[in-house]
DNA sequence: GTCTATAGAAAGATAGAC
DNA sequence: GTCTATCTTTCTATAGAC
């Protein structure tokens, strides 16, 4: 039984983190009540401002931790040799990572408009950065005479779009395994690019 | 200048409904409320129950008017012959008919889980009424060998997503047309599918 | 560090005058 | 049909006890 009272901060800041990313991923942000918050984590309202000074820097530190997390991992993702490989390296990673937290996805998606203007420019640099890394391997590739690709602009945002559809309907123990998933879509964005 | 009582319910009615499309939009559903909807048409907000029994009465409406516009539309959509044709229609089509009402758009895929459960199944099952229309073409140009499709369930799903994407990004009088951008969209597509 | 209590603002919805 | 006024609830955020 674990007391009421004493020093939680190592513990409940993780967590007001976390039961905040839960319930903005399935409520949204505007629908969120830092009451509701306090509820799920366990503690009462006026202790959540111990860990956040307001509901808009919870929303806007959630979000770009999920981006630093991803162009981390981008960065440190084995990519092998040329455009192709690098394709299907940004395709499967992404597909990958993606799954792997599907309520920061949610969130760093649908909750845009609801950051404040700095907040939300900082977010879109962040964003705009990754889309630039699927874009150079499509220009490479385009430019080496690898893949068939009349705008790789509208390619990037295309292929990233199909690429983040994954997290709106897949269920972990469904009919397929991540690894199926993956396979499957990286047939379809290999064929789309004419590779 | 309007005078500021009389009869207006045809004209304030609809009025109601496009702000309320507009906002929900732009700020999302849980962040609009009856007063900056009531400002917005120019009314007090106690007006606005004249024309709404409540605000998720007014969400729903908006979301299942699209639905049932866009399986019109479609239904009466030339469409060719054979697998291939009906491929491209749907693709052209999907585009064009999204592109025409971003709000609409928006709003049934970003407000879905601020519908109450009842009136989420429903639009979710005109939803799926769409996609299978998307799938049964898949499906036809698989068996009739013009596709290689590895999965027409996912391919259905990242057709979609990728077809959708694009009122994430389109601005009108930008770099390309409606119509370049359904070109080069399906030409994708139809790489994607193997035809 | 967490609690209770509350200030102050804003929400959805309704009543009744005009 | 619209307005003003208001009921009731809920919100974010803070103050102060423990």
Do not use: C
């Amino acid at each position: 039984m674990a007391r009421k009272t004493g020093s939680h901060s190592d513990i409940t800041g993780p967590r007001v983190r976390a039961a905040a990313l839960r319930l903005f991923a399935r409520q949204g942000y505007a629908a969120v009540s830092m009451r509701g918050l306090a509820a799920e984590v366990g503690v009462q309202a006026g202790a959540l401002y111990l860990y956040t000074p307001d509901k808009q820097s919870l929303l806007f530190d959630l979000m770009k931790e999920h981006m630093d997390d991803l162009l981390a991992a981008w960065a440190i993702e084995p990519k092998g040799e040329g455009p192709l490989a690098r394709l299907e390296a940004f395709s499967r990673f992404h597909i990958r990572f993606n799954l792997e937290r599907p309520d920061a996805v949610f969130v760093s998606y649908m909750e845009l408009r609801n950051l404040e203007p700095e907040n939300f420019a900082r977010i879109e640099a962040l964003r705009k950065t990754y889309e630039t890394e699927l874009e150079g391997i499509l220009k490479a590739g385009q430019a080496e005479g690898l893949f068939a690709v009349p705008d790789t602009k509208l390619a990037t945002l295309a292929l990233i779009a199909m690429l983040t559809g994954v997290t709106t309907w897949y269920r972990e123990g469904g009919r397929l395994s991540r690894a199926d998933v993956g396979q499957i879509y990286w047939d379809m964005v290999r064929k789309a690019v004419g590779a």
